[in-house]
């Protein structure tokens, strides 16, 4: 049994976890910043999240029915936008590389990422087995690598 707690207390370490919190929670350089952001979009949810000792925000948010995701650091700057995006908005080798990583599934949602000057797509894929998978790619088609 001590293993088993000592295992699960070590996954929880070594796996962030997000934490959803109240806009009145964030310090007020992320809160101004998530009124900005959100002025033209509908707010879904915000969390925290500590990896590496850095705390950063997510803002969820749709935006024209399409969801638009943020990352912010603790003074309201972005770190990370995720854009929905349709398939076929996304540069042609991209496309090919998550349809061909999709194979026989269907591509369930499409997501333009940007990181300061970096651009990757993420795919979500249902497999013909029911589960859904994530494939992301560079805008060469090939795989994308977090850092």
Known sequence: ???????????AVACPAD????????????????KEQTKNATLVGLSTEKEKGKTTYEVETTVNGKSRDLV????????ETEDQVELNAIPAAAQ??????????TITKVEKLTA?????????????????IEASVNADGTPHKED
């Open 1 to 11: 049994m001590k293993i088993i707690l000592g295992l699960a207390l070590l996954g």
């Open 19 to 34: 934490t959803k919190v109240k806009l009145e929670s964030l310090p007020p350089a992320v809160q101004a910043a998530v």
């Open 72 to 79: 912010l650091d603790k003074t309201g700057a972005i770190l």
């Open 96 to 105: 090919a590389a998550l349809r061909k990583r999709a194979g026989t599934g």
């Open 116 to 132: 300061g000057s970096s651009v990757s797509y993420e795919a979500a894929i249902k497999t013909k087995g029911g589960k859904t």
